[in-house]
T-cell receptor, first 113, second 110 residues
Framework: EPEVTQTPSHQVTQMGQEVILRCVPI?????FYWYRQILGQKVEFLVS????????KSEIFDDQFSVERPDGSNFTLKIRSTKLEDSAMYFC???????????FGPGTRLTVL | RKEVEQDPGPFNVPEGATVAFNCTYS??????FFWYRQDCRKEPKLLMS???SGNEDGRFTAQLNRASQYISLLIRDSKLSDSATYLC???????????FGDGTTLTVKP
């Protein structure tokens, strides 16, 4: 069964550093998403991406964040200057024709020290 | 009203019990609804989708009440492996932005 993959599984970084989280969506999917989940809290939408551009973003997704699909398979989330409060699990998701049915990757746990 | 609000839980039930969770949503225009299951520190996994009045899959039944804007998840004959957090998810836009509830934690005990 096809699945979404994410790397790394855990990233530790110093405050102020840039991080890039990587995702490989399901191969025939066209819609891509990033969500985050702070420990003990609910899953929160960050951004959706379709046809090489952002479709929608939340208020969390400020200028420190960017997304890119650099080639035909990867989908990345960059945080330019990490803050302590960016520590969370970041989930990538993808969807096919039905944008409401999303499949999640295993997540990257980001720890900002 | 919160966009998506779930029973706070936690629910602790014995094996074999029937348990139901409720979820209310604020956007009356929403057309589809989902239940995901999330195990500790893992990704949400799609459990069931609901597009009309309801959906059944084995021991799991999801029902939708559009007039009252709530969906429910019923688990019959619960098993130890059903222990998890159950997330109610409502897509709010055509771009696929999905709003998650806080989750309801279920623990099934022997």
């Amino acid at each position: 069964e096809p699945e979404v993959t994410q790397t790394p599984s855990h990233q530790v970084t110093q405050m102020g550093q840039e991080v890039i989280l990587r995702c490989v969506p399901i191969s025939n999917h066209l819609y891509f998403y990033w969500y985050r989940q702070i420990l003990g809290q609910k899953v929160e939408f960050l951004v959706s991406f379709y046809n090489n551009e952002i479709s929608e973003k939340s208020e969390i997704f400020d200028d420190q964040f960017s997304v890119e699909r650099p080639d035909g398979s990867n989908f990345t989330l960059k945080i330019r200057s990490t803050k302590l409060e960016d520590s969370a699990m970041y989930f990538c998701a993808s969807a096919g024709a039905r944008t409401d049915t999303q499949y999640f990757g295993p997540g990257t746990r980001l720890t900002v020290l | 009203r919160k966009e998506v609000e779930q029973d706070p839980g936690p629910f602790n039930v014995p094996e074999g019990a029937t348990v139901a969770f409720n979820c209310t949503y604020s956007n009356s225009a929403s057309q589809s609804f989902f239940w995901y299951r999330q195990d500790c520190r893992k990704e949400p996994k799609l459990l069931m989708s609901v597009y009309s009045s309801g959906n059944e899959d084995g021991r799991f039944t999801a029902q939708l009440n559009r007039a009252s804007q709530y969906i429910s998840l019923l688990i019959r004959d619960s098993k130890l492996s059903d222990s998890a957090t159950y997330l109610c998810v409502v897509p709010y836009t055509n771009a696929g932005k999905s709003t998650f509830g806080d989750g309801t934690t279920l623990t099934v005990k022997p």
